[in-house]
């Protein structure tokens, strides 16, 4: 166990839940990170402080250069590595059952032995 | 067709808009309140049974993100301030993978396993600590109390503006003014009164009777309201405008307005102008020149009056602006019969003041007679009241003024000593940045009106890229819905879907309000109604009235999917994390489902009593309340959710002290900056990240200063058993 633990080892193992979610939030933090030092430090070199030419302003589809490079061109790249993210890395982990929703299975089971019960006549 | 008539149009298919959309939430409501008779209440009520599919979890999370802010105040920004609007909200590239992916998995699997409903039960049960987890539910109530009445106020506000012109809105306004006169407790405003009370019965009803599913229904019908809303204007504008190239083009030749007092003279005193309202546009001409001014708020003109004193006024400043305003390219309608003969000087201030007066007086407007310097002013100092005025002795009366010259202090003295000067609030008639030029909208840091480093230095930006990304991972009414996700499948395709979403929406809005400054010129007079008015302009013009009234619904959607889930979050952390856990914790079901509806409808209703009489500061509060949840919250959350060696102690200080650390740049604010609404920003970023470093900080410290977890609490949350 990672914290010091009084019960034996072999019992028990760390959560793979925990683990991948962890993993998967670093990961996460490092895109967020690297989208803001690339769409913050390009924003403000190309966008910032520069002579602009009333009727001239250079261009991207239709858009200022410093916004297409700076943030729609991130923004679309963070779209793919989004996409990445969640269907080829997030893993698709078993996050169990709550007590009420085994109570209602257990409930629904329950009515469905009395209903077949019922058919039958056995009730 | 006129402008007034175009508005009006569209208003009146906003309100049929309107009574559609309510009926549809009714039914919605009545629907959830089906489900709750067939599962345990509690969990549905609350939590939806933890069964959210990928659409409904992920535009109920996209819906309740996106506040009314996101389809009214956004767009004025856009609006007020250009391009750089996009950097701004830029971090919302990322927000989706962050504020779903960060904890959204494991904080679904850890309520799971401790049969968490609330965000309090989770801390409670996490570290079997009930003080632990009444901390949380006094923090909860007391940040969403707050944001619970300034969202109702915003909620009113925005239907304010939505059905301003509608006829039956304004007669009947008009009769409950009647009937509510000499009733200090509601006010002056019987239209604000009216529009309170039909969003706040409309969402408390409806969130009483369907509980989570109810919402969250709703709020995919808000959602997919909105995305379609944008989706449709975005080539409307494009086309309107000849491009998004001439947009940028035509933007970068403008310059902000100039706003302050006028002076508007009429043709004769029998003139029939009885108003000049806000859409009114006014000329001033000499030989060489044509001037032109909205009308920045509307003044009543009385019977015989030839010479109209204290108009607030905007000019438009960009030359090539006037000129399509002047050809009637634009929809801009001037008054006949009248021309503005008098604007405040641009190098001055405009403002209010309140004056009172030792002996009886009386003075023409611009009386020359304030013209004098105090001991506390310059010489080059003066103010002038741009109306006429009449005190009687002792009187006191709130005018307005201008000063030109240096401010130094805020009370200046006759020097007579006939009349005091007190409650002196002025702003600069041009803007404190990028006032005459050109290219400020189309770059960094933005004009602005108020601040004299622009809209946008480096340091907010930055403050931002936290703001939206990293303080949205830690909002309870977020992390409510990560707790409400049937399985990991439906959390990886609901985040693609909110990234898609997210990309729909707010880039598109960036695009469609840069056409709007050109399209509909001089809305800094207004700038919250700038989605409804360009959204009847654009659908006016293919002739689809019912088109803009949808358009229109989207703001009010939105506002209305916050609202509802912070509604729900109050009521569940009293029902749920007071009373059943604290109280009564063999309460029958009954007994709940009788509390539940109880405790939602008197939480609504009582917010929406204190609306009536809202304070001020709307946006601040919400603001404040957004980052101080989150400067409370994320640190103990991600500790509690990835780090095994936590424990009560840690999360509990490491809360508070970012509680702490936030409030005191408020607090601090307070002092330096005369404002509790204008914090203090330690090296020019925004309290927000103060609070979260702080909390992040003090949590790792303390927990580790601090006894180790018990072991069960580790194992149970952090292990499982092995297989053999």
Redesign the interface.
Known sequence: ???????SP?????????L???R??WV??G??FL??IW??PV??MM???????????P?V????T??FW???C??LV??V???W???RF????????????L??AAGSADQSATGDAAAKGGV | MTHSFILAEGSNAALITFMVYTLAVFGIAALSNRLLKSKSFMSEYFLGSRGLGVWAFALTFAATSSSGGSFTGFPAKIYTHGWVLALWIGSYMVVPICTMGLIGKRLNQVARSSGAITIPDVLRDRFNSARFGLLTVVLIVFFMSFNLVAQFKAGALILKVLLSDVEVFKSFSLSVAEWTSGVGFFGSDSQYLVCLLFFGVAVIAYTTYGGFHAVVWTDVMQGVVMVVGVLILLPLALNAVGGLDRATQEMSKMTPPMRGYGVVQLDDSTSEISQLGKEDWLKMSDEDSTRVFRVAASKTIEAGTETVYGVELLEITTPSEIERILAGETPSEFVDGAKVTRFSDPDSRYGTATITAKAAITMPPYAPLFARPSTKMTPTEYIQIPDNVTLAAGESKSVLIEISGRLEDQVFNDPDGDVKFSDISTKSVKYAHGADTPGVYVSGPGPSATDSVGFLSLSVAISFFFMWAISGSGQPSNMVRLMAFKDSMTLRRAIFTVALYYTCIYVPLVFIFCCARVLVPGMEAEPDRIMPEIAVYLTNGIGAAWLGGLLIAAPFAAVMSTVDSFLLMISSAMVRDIYQRNINPNASEGTIKKLSYLCTLVVGSAAMIVAINPPNFLQDIIVYVGSGLAACFLAPVVFLLYWPRSNVQGCTIGMLAGFTAHFSMYVTGAFVNDSFFRPYRLLDFDPIIVGLVVSFTMTYFATLATPAPPQELVRKYFYRRVES
């Open positions: 166990m990672e914290s010091s633990s009084n019960s072999d019992e028990f193992e760390l959560d793979p839940v925990f991948n979610s962890r998967e939030a996460i933090f895109v967020w989208c803001m769409a913050v924003s403000y966008g910032y402080g520069h002579e602009i030419v009333p009727g001239n302003v261009t589809f239709g858009m200022p410093w916004i700076g943030i729609v991130p923004w963070a779209d590595v989004t996409t993210l969640c269907f997030i893993k698709n982990d078993d996050l169990g059952v709550a007590p009420e929703e109570a209602e």
